[in-house]
């Protein structure tokens, strides 16, 4: 081929190439877009001043030099380095903050990986609550659009706070409860549904501004004077100073125990000058705290108060003391993000949708929380109020599954309503057992009589459980939970007991104590168990004693057992009924007496002398006043 037509060849195919190019351009450039890795003017003009300047200065080598980090990060990363793993991240993130894979590679790497290397609590805390600031105040405000970042945070309060996959997953609820109640206060205990929903609407309803408070509020004006001579700022240290010093206030365990009634750093006496002042104290808590925990809320959380009112409204009383419900909050986001995004097929929204019912579930189960500010001690307990929430929230789902957008299972296509029979099962199980130990005995006969019909349809209504009645259900599965086997009656019952003392009266909750008592009482005057389908097993009852007996021996050795808390069986000992009391003291006393002196408490305080004694009688231990 002589020079002319080489010259031609290479023109057409220069041609063609740019043809391609062409071509390819408008692709690639949308690919970019769907992913968001292109920043904009305006999207500069919303970043922290040094992310700004460094995604402008390295201009088209940026993405070079991300690909170099991000190969090196993962390597390290799978080697174990997660320090110098964790180094890179914060680079790229840096570099390339539209790169939503890396700030959940980040994330992990802090809450699992980085946590998990030390055996302090405190220190594994801080990293998963890194991991968890790092995505809610950093990753999601620069990638609103990332519907995976929302279920990622979703995802760490999930597992790494409510279940127990970290085995110091108790000292991070206590952390979270602490640090949330702090801000909100106690809005769920002793309260329904209806009231705590109007306890938050007054968040909600606060001004956003102390400008638009100083309008609406002319006199807020004396009360910032007031916490200005004090030595006081109207912003989120002082109104955590406040929540702190009204948790100690309120603890039942300050009364037992030896200790100071107001925590290190409370402003004594601000305390004292609002107390002697009622209208200043109204004006405080009525007006400026709602205005602060709003601020607090949106500024330290990034959560909406609205948002959070409405996914109070559709899933429940919600405690935001409780991990499960920051997880619901962010998935529920997460969700309308998703449902907006053109290439849904890429999420799978099933998976979404039924572990945010899950997490209703464990609401049910554990959604109820006691914590004492004093003694650190956090009780996660049911809480069957999620029941009528969690049919709303599964109606939902099937609603979306039958719409016209359906349901996005990733790989698998669209969900179908039978990919959440497990899980409706599964609540209908759980609903009926916990409404009748915790809640309406009416609503578990609702609950039990559908679980039935469900079973029946499926040919499995043969069970023994199901052929007698709601209590005889209810004592078959709860042995199933105790790890009881029914034909041991003496055990079943004492488990029972041994239940209706620890979440009853250690809670002061008498409702939930006399429950596991009757059904108790109703197992030992049955007189017989369904071991297996079909085949009775008759019990030998001539060799227990009298049930009040049973019970009577139950307490005392729960009581005295020192592999549990002092100070829950403190709380057992308050509440218990005198009668009980009564019986066990004389045989008890010197034990407790020694017990207590071991924890340096006092015996009087912890373990007093029931009515009748000879002692002279204690009445139940009260809250502490400002002026102790």
């Not at 050795?557 to 000992?573: D, G, H, P, Q």
Request: one cysteine or more; proline letters at 4%; glycine letters at 6%.
């Amino acid at each position: 081929m002589n020079d002319r037509g080489t010259s031609i060849t290479a023109s057409v195919v220069f041609v063609a190439c740019l043809a391609a190019a062409t071509t390819l351009a408008g692709i690639i450039q949308k690919q970019r877009d769907d992913l968001n890795l292109i920043v904009k003017m305006e999207g500069v003009s919303g970043m922290p001043p040094h992310v700004a300047v460094v995604t402008a200065a390295l201009g088209t080598f940026r993405g070079l030099a991300v690909d170099m980090l991000w190969a090196r990060a993962d390597h390290l990363e799978r080697e174990g380095e997660y320090y110098e793993a964790q180094t890179l991240a914060q680079w790229i993130t840096t570099l390339q903050p539209r790169f939503k894979k890396v700030w959940w590679f980040q994330s992990f790497n802090m809450a699992w990986n980085i946590s998990a290397a030390t055996q302090v609590p405190a220190e594994r805390w801080g990293w998963v609550k890194k991991g968890i600031e790092l995505l809610r105040s950093r990753g999601i405000p620069l990638n609103p659009g990332a519907a995976d970042l929302y279920f990622d945070l979703a995802w760490i309060f999930e597992n790494k706070i409510s279940s127990n996959t970290d085995k110091e997953h108790w000292y991070y609820k206590a952390r979270l409860a602490a640090e949330m109640q702090e801000v909100l206060g106690d809005m769920t205990s002793g309260k329904t549904a209806d009231q705590i929903i109007t306890s938050f609407q007054k968040i909600v309803d606060a001004p956003s501004s102390l400008i638009e408070l100083e309008k609406d509020t002319p006199e807020i004006n004396e009360a910032l004077e007031f916490l200005d001579s004090n030595g006081l700022k109207a912003d989120e240290e002082t109104l955590r100073m406040l929540g702190r010093a009204i948790m100690y206030l309120a603890s039942f365990d300050a009364t037992i125990v030896k200790t100071s009634p107001l925590p290190p750093g409370t402003n004594k006496e601000f305390l004292l000058a609002i107390q002697a002042d009622k209208e200043m104290a109204a004006l405080i808590f009525n007006d400026l705290v709602p205005y602060l925990q709003k601020r607090v809320l949106e500024d330290h959380y990034q959560m909406s108060p609205d948002r959070m009112l409405d996914v109070m409204n559709r899933y429940g009383p919600l405690d935001w003391r409780h991990g499960d419900s920051h997880g619901i909050y962010w998935s529920e986001q997460g969700v309308k993000v998703s449902r907006a995004l053109e290439r849904r097929e890429q999420i799978n929204e099933l998976s979404l949708v039924r572990g945010r019912l899950m997490m209703i579930i464990n609401l049910m189960r554990s959604g109820k929380i006691d914590y004492d500010a004093v003694s650190k001690r956090i009780d996660l307990l049911p809480d069957p109020r999620f029941a009528p929430k969690f049919e709303t929230a599964i109606e939902d789902a099937l609603e979306l599954i039958n719409s016209d957008q359906g349901v996005a299972a990733a790989d698998f296509g669209l969900a179908e309503e039978a990919d959440l029979f497990a899980t409706w099962e599964t609540f209908l199980n759980l609903a009926t057992i916990l409404n009748f130990l915790y809640g309406d005995e009416a609503e578990a006969q609702k609950y039990f009589k559908q679980y039935k019909k469900l079973l029946s349809q499926q040919g499995f209504d043969e069970e023994p459980a199901f052929q007698g009645t709601l209590e005889n259900f209810v004592a078959i599965r709860f042995a199933d939970m105790a790890e009881v086997k029914l034909g041991d009656l003496r055990q079943l019952i004492d488990a029972m007991i041994r239940r209706s003392l620890v979440q009853g009266l250690a809670q002061g909750n008498l409702k939930t104590f006399n429950r596991f008592i009757k059904l108790a009482k109703a197992v030992y005057d049955k007189r017989y168990g369904a071991a297996e389908r079909g085949e009775d097993t008759m019990l030998d009852y001539n060799k227990l004693l009298p049930f009040p007996k049973l019970l009577e021996n139950s307490f005392q050795k729960v009581i005295t057992e020192e592999s549990l808390a002092i100070l829950l069986r403190a709380r057992m000992w308050a509440w218990a009924p005198e009668q009980l009391r009564q019986s066990v003291y004389q045989s008890t006393k010197d034990t407790l007496e020694r017990q207590a002196l071991a924890a340096d408490l006092d015996p009087l305080r912890a373990f007093p002398p029931p009515q009748g004694d000879d002692q002279s009688a204690s009445e139940k231990p009260t809250t502490t006043s400002i002026s102790e």
